[in-house]
């Protein structure tokens, strides 16, 4: 997975609606085909920075098995970043691109 | 809730948010298919990193070196308590040593030594130190408004040799040096102006003569601050002037307030001064000339010094809000230093004539009414100084750069001269301060500043041609 964009892949998995960690990883693992993967665990501590920013919010909840996860949810200010991050990325994708074409 | 008392609510509730996310972890660890878990990672790891992102990981480890710490006093208590007696021993003699030196060897013998500052110049090419040329700190020490004083020294290498044992330490010092570091001078005089050491343009003829009692104020070109200027082939032509006018011109003198120690029959006495020099000087060095002229013939001596006095500052009504007869000036237009007075510009407020200060026909009797185009708002302030009254110098606070011009109109408290036969409006007009506040978008502030004044050492009646 291209540095720096797990967050915005796990901002843009919930903006689909409510989801626990073991989810968040699931999600983004089979809608790339398995293409895009990494430690799982390392989900945690960004995870936990987009509680600190105020990008998602945390709330207990019984898991599909019955184990205790808790359920991260998308904020108004979450919506926002998740733009912003995505404008930058297509900004950058774009213009790596136009110097694999032409140089 | 704020991003900082997230932070702070994390402080307090770590070892819980620790123990939520191990559990987390652990949950998600074992919804893992058997043969994907090894790709997890390390939740140790892990728990380190989230514990990171909350940004208290430095007072948890303060927390446990003082726990060390602690341990290490208990374990060993000698060998601590010598370790903090060596260290407190260094730290205390550091102290004392630079209290010593500071209070004994590094003490400057004058009043408020914090207040000093020492400037030199660096430049990327020259990074060692490098110092001003004489023009140059005699420039800063005019134009400056910010320092309560600008002093300057250079030492003299091999001016002073000492034929025995004794060598002696020249310095050369601005003539406000003792006066501004309030010391006294132990031996000797303050030399006039430095500058006059230096040999001055003088102009190759002159003729200095008493005015008759009555009769015109002339010129050949504006004897104000200002930049306006008539060339003239060299010649300095005027009539009728108080001697006051004449060193004010020589000096850029603003207001007489800024001129001490004036005998009053300079104030009185009028003279005629005809001088004429080969080429086509500016008006700058015209100043120059008629500075040599005054040292010549009224054996003027005169220094430049700075007093701290109670000013009117020029400042803003609103912020970047000009007034409805100020402007920036415009960078295109047509702007000659030599029109004639009376001519106006495209914009019939402003005179056509740049660089100076015009007085034009007020709207009505008894009024006063100035103008200027090209100047700063440091020439307005001063040339509007006699406007403030009490003696109080106008100077500027505003911020605002650049040249701007302008027109104000204001009834004086003691009206300006009434044409014979012109009825005084019973509507005498705005006062001065009115008119600040309503024409430029200025208003006046009791302020204490700085202002350079020049004092007079020495004047004398002229000598004859």
Excluded at chain 2, 178 to 204: K, N, T, Y
Excluded at chain 2, 223 to 251: E, K, Q, R
Excluded at chain 2, 451 to 457: G, K
Aim: proline content about 8%; some cysteine.
């Amino acid at each position: 997975m291209p540095p720096g964009t797990l967050a915005m892949l796990v901002l843009r998995v919930l903006r689909s609606g409510p989801l626990h960690g073991y989810a968040i990883a699931q999600r983004i693992r089979a809608l790339s085909d398995s293409v895009l993967e990494a430690e799982e665990g390392s989900l945690y501590p960004t995870l936990q920075r987009m509680l600190l920013e105020g990008w998602v919010t945390a709330e207990a909840g019984v898991s599909e098995t019955g184990r205790r996860v808790r359920f991260y949810t998308l904020t108004r200010e979450g919506a926002k970043q998740l733009n912003r991050e995505i404008a930058d990325y297509e900004q950058a994708t774009a213009a790596i691109q136009t110097i694999l074409r032409t140089a | 809730m704020p991003k900082f008392l997230r932070r702070l609510s994390a402080l307090f509730h770590s070892s819980r948010m620790q123990r939520k996310l191990g559990e987390e972890m652990a949950a998600h660890r074992d919804m893992m298919p058997a043969d994907r878990r090894p790709y997890f990672g390390s939740t140790l790891r892990f728990q380190e990193e989230a514990g990171d992102q909350w940004g208290w990981t430095w007072l948890d480890h303060f927390r446990q070196d003082l726990l060390y710490g602690a341990r290490s006093l208990r374990r060993s208590p000698g060998f601590a308590l010598a370790a903090i007696a060596v260290l407190s021993l260094g730290i205390g003699a550091n102290l004392a040593e630079f209290d010593l030196f500071n209070a004994f060897l590094h003490r400057l013998n004058v009043p408020d030594p914090d207040s000093l500052c020492q400037f030199f110049r660096i430049s990327r090419q020259n990074p060692a130190t490098g110092s001003f040329a004489i023009p140059e700190t005699e420039s800063y020490r005019r134009e400056n408004t910010v320092l309560s004083a600008v002093i300057s020294e250079t030492d003299l290498r091999d001016a002073c040799p000492a034929e025995d044992s004794v060598e002696l330490r020249c310095v050369l010092v601005s003539g406000n040096f003792f006066g501004a570091l309030r010391v006294p001078l132990w031996f000797g005089l303050v030399a006039p102006l430095m500058a006059q050491s230096i040999p001055q343009p003088a102009f190759d003829v002159a003729s200095v003569k008493p005015s008759p009692a009555s009769g015109p104020s002339n010129s050949n070109f504006p004897l104000g601050p200002g930049n306006a200027y008539t060339p003239n082939g060299g010649y300095f032509s005027a009539t009728g002037f108080p001697l006051i006018t004449y060193i004010a011109f020589a000096y850029k003198v603003m207001g007489e307030q800024s001129l001490e120690q004036l005998p009053g029959w300079a104030r009185t006495d009028r003279f005629d001064i005809q001088a004429r020099v080969q080429g086509n000087p500016t008006k700058d060095q015209m100043r120059l000339m008629m500075r040599s002229l005054l040292a010549e013939r009224f054996k003027l001596a005169i220094h430049d010094d700075t007093r701290q006095v109670s000013v009117a500052a020029l400042v803003l009504v609103k912020a970047s809000k000009l007034g409805s007869q100020l402007r920036a000036h415009p960078a295109d237009s047509p702007c000659p230093t030599d029109a004639p007075p009376a001519a106006v510009s495209s914009d019939p407020r402003y005179p056509l004539l740049c660089g100076g200060l015009l007085p034009m026909q007020p709207s009505a009797p008894g009024r006063i009414r100035l103008a200027g185009r090209n100047v700063t708002i440091d020439f307005i302030a001063k040339s509007l100084t006699p406007g403030v009254g009490q003696g109080r110098p106008l100077v500027d606070r505003t911020t605002l750069t650049g040249t701007f011009d302008f027109n104000i109109e204001w009834a004086p408290e003691i009206p300006g001269p009434v044409k014979p036969g012109a009825e005084e409006q019973p509507d005498r007009g705005p006062t001065f301060e009115e008119a600040l506040r309503e024409q430029l978008g200025f208003k006046l502030e009791s302020q204490k500043g700085p202002i350079p004044v020049f004092v007079v050492d020495h004047l004398e009646h002229p000598s004859e041609n």
